[in-house]
């Protein structure tokens, strides 16, 4: 299993990025693929995640009504997009996978990383 992330860089605020994480080698048919993001010297946040059944989703209060996740119509990409970004957005984010598709923030509960993307909001 792989995931890659991209799509990272500098946005202003109020402007709008999206990230892509690439995802190859599942052998499962349902799993969910969630985002998260990790200032240094801070543990890692879940902040949205979805599942490969139904494209049902879950976002954590600090990005939800801003931050859309999605599949593509393959569902080997998953994005984020990213609406009016605030400068404390500014963090390397990452995707990772769940094998039990339930849904879940908790970080500890994903053992599979990418190498994560930064993200800088900045006038």
């Known amino acids: 299993v792989q995931l890659v992330e991209s799509g990272g860089g ?57 931050f859309t996740i999605s599949f593509d119509d393959t569902k080997t990409t998953v994005y984020l997009q990213l609406n009016s970004p605030k400068p404390e957005d500014t963090t390397v984010y990452y995707c990772s996978a769940d094998y039990a598709n339930l849904l879940r923030l908790d970080p500890t509960d994903y053992g599979l990383w990418g190498q994560g993307t930064q993200v800088t909001v900045s006038p």
Do not use: H, M, N
């Not at 946005?11 to 892509?20: A, C, E, I």
């Not at 985002?35 to 990005?63: H, L, M």
């Open 10 to 66: 500098l946005v202003q605020p109020g402007g709008s990025l999206r990230l892509s994480c690439d995802v190859s080698g599942f052998s499962f048919d349902d799993y969910a693929i969630a985002w998260f993001r990790q200032v240094p010297e801070k543990e890692r946040e879940g902040i949205a995640v979805i599942s490969s059944s139904d494209s049902t989703t879950e976002y954590a209060d600090s990005v939800k009504g801003r």
